[in-house]
């Protein structure tokens, strides 16, 4: 008996596929062609690329329903993506799945300030719900690094940070509704307007799930009165390990600071080459400090934080005059990510959570490392919240680099865990992280969150591959899932 040839078969179902999706949008909204495709082969972790099998881009949540009700009922594995800012993998496509993406969401529904909230479309960028709140003197209080371009939908997917975490929380704090499609396309909302829901907590388990429990399709977000006065200081230390003890010292004098950023010296040159803000790049640390509130409260806080940081000998103190020299200190640390792509050819941008206490050791932890795997490491934290951002530079060109600073990341992942910390602060797990789990969870915790998953997503269709280092099916929770090399796809052709 003659076998079917097998890439033929799979050809055929990318066609049905195809011709399904070419029935729930526009024809235009599905996009198969090759050079196309290559633009979703990767988020923001470059260092690993597939193509997907088809994009589709829908423009209506009736045809995400209708998307998500075929996936399930043809059993098609499906990935949903926001601006592909992911530094985790979380958007990596799938050789034989669906990638959502969901750009087409991009419009503020409402702006309720009586309410003190906004309802907005996932695909709306981070920075764009301040801009359509600021001339009432409103804004939205997470600010990652790449706010101009990461969406509020992948925000809360990740539980997104930024700057101002420190003192007003992290995307989980900040929102108070979703609206959501199942994967059997049953659409669905949590929370709305008021301040607390009633029942099970399933917004706060939604946010950070990583996209592997639902598509969202609707945000309703706070939004905070800007403070009256922030002023930002610019404090200066001989070594990254006396930048660490005066965050240390600033938390511990009862001060929360809106913000509170610290950069190493390689981090401080790039930023300042890139941006030219007035950085001084002949210290090896530099400490971000935002004050806000009321002008009294603000002046006081100066004088504190600023004997404290004498205390440690700092090299300068520079306080900001104005509200464009603020903007100004802070546009350096945003700057820093592609600050330093500037000085390297490819870059591996880690993101660990630490105590506070333990920074100068894991500081110093990590310039070991970086002379036991001969690769330099730029570093950038949120520093008052213990989050790390290792940013480790290697050539992917050059015959085993990528190896190293992929063994580099995961010794400081290791350390972190090690030190009372955790693996990732706002990032993700994904790809990135998903092997290295079990240095944080025991088997029971990992089959625990697995049972979640499945009573979501019981046929195992939604982003597949991402978090579980070992995928147990929802019947059985016993059987392993077969892991191809580095990435959990299946040797399929590329289209």
């Known amino acids: 008996m003659k076998m079917p040839d097998p890439d033929k078969t799979i050809l055929a179902k990318r066609n049905e596929i195809i011709g399904a999706m070419n029935k729930i949008v526009k024809k235009d909204n599905v996009i198969v062609e ?134 007003y929380g992290l995307t989980t704090n900040n929102i108070l509704g979703l609206e959501i499609v199942l994967t059997d396309g049953e659409i669905l909302r949590l929370g709305g307007k008021h301040m607390d829901s009633e029942g099970y907590d399933l917004l706060g388990l939604m946010t950070g799930s990583e996209g592997l429990l639902g598509v969202i399709t609707e945000v309703t977000v706070r939004i905070l009165p800007k403070p009256t006065t922030a002023t930002a200081l610019m404090v200066s230390f001989n070594s990254s390990e006396a930048g660490g003890k005066c965050v240390a010292n600033i938390i511990s004098a009862g001060i929360i600071p809106g913000g509170m950023e610290m950069m190493d010296g390689p981090a401080i040159a790039a930023a300042e080459a890139f941006v030219q803000v007035g950085y001084p790049v002949d210290v090896g640390a530099l400490l971000l400090v935002e004050l806000d509130g009321p002008p009294e409260e603000v002046d006081y806080l100066i004088e504190k934080v600023s004997s404290i940081a004498e205390a440690l000998d700092a090299i300068s103190v520079r306080v900001s005059e104005n509200e464009m020299e603020r903007e100004s200190f802070w546009a350096g640390r945003k700057a820093a990510f592609p600050a330093i792509g500037r000085m390297t050819p490819d870059y591996y941008c880690m993101d660990g959570t630490i105590p506070r206490n333990k920074l100068p050791y894991v500081l110093e932890s990590m310039d070991d490392m970086s002379k036991k795997y001969d690769l330099r490491v730029a570093n950038v934290f949120h520093a008052g919240d213990g989050n790390l951002h290792p940013l ?63 009573a979501f997503d019981p046929e195992q269709i939604l982003n597949p591959g991402k978090v579980f280092p070992t995928l147990h099916r929802c019947a059985e929770l016993g059987r392993m899932h077969i892991n191809r090399g580095k990435l959990p796809f299946p040797d399929l052709p590329r289209f």
């Open 34 to 167: 090759k050079k196309k495709l290559a633009v979703y082969e990767s988020d923001g972790l470059t260092a690993y690329k597939q193509l997907p099998l088809i994009v589709v881009l829908p423009e209506t949540v009736e045809q995400i329903s209708s998307v998500l009700s075929y996936c399930h009922q043809n059993n098609v594995k499906i990935v949903p993506r926001g601006a592909g800012t992911s530094l985790s993998g979380g958007a990596l496509p799938l050789a034989d799945g669906i990638t959502l993406g969901l750009g087409k969401f991009n419009q503020v529904l409402e702006v309720d300030y009586d309410n003190r909230c906004a309802r907005v479309q996932p695909g709306v960028t981070n920075l764009a719900i301040s801009k359509a709140v600021e001339g009432n003197g409103f804004y939205y209080a997470p600010d990652p690094s790449s706010q101009i371009a990461c969406t509020i939908g992948g925000n809360v997917a990740e539980n997104s940070g930024g700057v101002h975490c420190l003192k």
């Open 392 to 454: 480790i530079m290697y050539d992917a060109n050059i015959p085993g680099e990528l190896e190293r600073a992929e063994n580099f990341g995961a010794d400081i992942l290791r350390l972190c865990v090690e030190v009372g910390g955790v693996l990732t602060g706002e990032h993700g797990v994904g790809v990135e992280k998903r092997d290295l789990m079990g240095e944080m969870f025991s088997e029971i915790d990992l089959n625990q969150q697995q049972r979640v998953k499945c």
